[in-house]
């Protein structure tokens, strides 16, 4: 079972960044793909971005893409979501997820476990 635990959210002005930290434990962390999801009030949950265990393979939701930035040291056991030229419309709770088989069509779709979120705000 593996346990993610999300830091770094916050309240930020229309066009500043924010990094994102998810702490893994419980697993094998560099045999996983990781990823950041995100809901916004009345929303679906949405895909942000995800990258498999060697970071070799990055994918991006549209509405993120060329703003956002996802990274991971295997060596922490954590994966971070840099955020920058960040929009209102960015604002929701963000969710890490971690996925026990990185591989196959739209994996990053699909999670085995989740962290409990943080808020994201961001004013205009």
């Known amino acids: 079972q593996v346990h993610l635990v999300e830091s770094g959210g916050g309240l930020v002005q229309a066009g500043g960044s924010l990094r994102l930290s998810c702490a893994a434990s419980?697993?094998?962390?560099?045999?996983?793909?990781m990823g950041w999801f995100r809901q916004a009030p009345g929303k679906e949950r949405e895909f942000v971005a995800a990258?498999?265990?060697?970071?070799?393979?990055?994918i991006y939701g549209d509405p993120v893409k060329g703003r956002f930035t996802i990274s991971r040291d295997n060596g922490k056991n954590t994966v971070y979501l840099q955020m920058n030229s960040l929009k209102p419309e960015d604002t929701a709770v963000y969710y890490c997820?971690?996925?026990?088989?990185?591989?196959?069509?739209?994996?990053?779709?699909?999670?085995?476990?989740w962290g409990q979120g943080t808020q994201v705000t961001v004013s205009s």
């Open positions: 997820a971690a996925y026990r088989r990185p591989f196959g069509i739209s994996w990053w779709n699909s999670p085995d476990y």
């Open positions: 419980g697993g094998t962390f560099s045999s996983h793909g």
């Open positions: 990258n498999n265990w060697s970071g070799g393979r990055t």
